[in-house]
């Protein structure tokens, strides 16, 4: 069987875009924002400043930093 051609081209602008990264950046910042889907609000400083987040994305946060951790 035949290996397959590497594909060659520029690095990073043009496979993060087909990556599709832009959009779930831009989504990742409205669940930021959005009071009404956030299940955990955060209230920070003096100034009571409420911060909505979400618990699965933290969760997938908690285990990618263990992951790290455990690698170093």
């Not at 602008?13 to 990556?19: L, P």
């Not at 779930?24 to 909505?52: C, H, M, N, P």
């Amino acid at each position: 069987m035949p290996m397959a051609n590497r594909v060659t081209g520029t690095c990073c602008t043009a496979s993060v875009e087909r990556a599709g990264l832009p959009g779930l950046l831009r989504d990742l910042q409205r669940l930021s924002e959005d009071q009404d889907s956030a299940d955990i609000v955060f209230i920070l400083g003096t100034s009571e400043e409420k911060v909505y987040a979400h618990r699965i994305i933290l969760v997938a946060s908690l285990f990618y930093a263990d992951e790290v951790a455990g690698s170093s």
